[in-house]
């Protein structure tokens, strides 16, 4: 089970680490000067006060959750399972980017328009005791708290189910919605699981990913 909040205060400490070793790079002198425009403050003198005070150095740090730190911890933890290969983390965006489409797998260059709202995540084989290959694609969102725009990507989950739900049923594929953050109560999970209609479609938390992928080894 993966601690989300270790990893992002793991994540901040190294963002801070960061900000101190290269406070002097363009980068960072360009992200303090905005900020001294945006207030009309002196560059220099606020440029010393980051070298000389940790405390106020933190202000011009990266912010980690805008560093994709669910999905890369999440990305970390599934390729480290032992019985996992040819795991890969797929394009959100573009040509390449893979959608699950009425149970058919296809590349953002087939959609001139209405994509479905969210592509997949990640890709990766397990190979069962009978020796049987089998294609596991999975769909991931941390949702922390409530709110409008975590309720726009709710929407997006459900839509993602409704879109593919009604395709294959092929035997050497498995789709799953991994669905983690205090958002995602039993109520919510119940909401999307009564949206499958593919034995060969699931939703779970990272918790629950591991015992569940055991399980279709031995199948």
């Not at 740090?61 to 290969?85: G, R």
């Not at 050497?172 to 699981?193: A, H, M, P, Q």
Request: aromatic share 12%; hydrophobic share 30%.
């Amino acid at each position: 089970m993966i601690d989300w909040e270790k990893a992002l205060k793991e994540q901040t400490k190294e963002n801070l680490r960061e900000c101190e070793k290269k406070l002097d790079s363009k980068e960072y002198r360009t992200k303090i000067k905005e900020w001294c425009d945006k207030f009309d403050f002196d560059f220099v003198t606020i440029f010393a006060k980051a070298q000389s005070d940790h405390y106020f150095r933190a202000c011009f740090a990266k912010e980690a959750k805008k560093q994709n730190i669910y999905e890369k911890t999440l990305a970390k933890y599934i390729s480290s399972l032992s019985f996992i290969s040819n795991f890969k983390k797929l394009n959100n965006s573009g040509k390449n980017a893979l959608y699950i489409d009425r149970g058919v797998l296809r590349k953002g260059s087939e959609y001139p328009h209405n994509k479905p709202a969210k592509s997949v995540d990640f890709a990766w084989t397990i190979k069962s005791e009978k020796g049987i290959i089998i294609n596991f694609y999975a769909f991931h969102k941390y949702i922390k708290q409530s709110g409008g725009n975590q309720d726009n990507q709710f929407r997006d989950i459900k839509h993602c189910i409704e879109v593919g739900r009604n395709g294959s049923q092929e035997t050497k594929r498995r789709v799953i919605f991994i669905c983690d953050g205090d958002y995602f109560t039993d109520k919510k999970i119940k909401e999307l699981k009564n949206l499958i209609s593919n034995w060969n479609c699931v939703v779970l938390s990272n918790a629950e990913l591991e015992k569940y992928l055991l399980k279709t080894c031995r199948k």
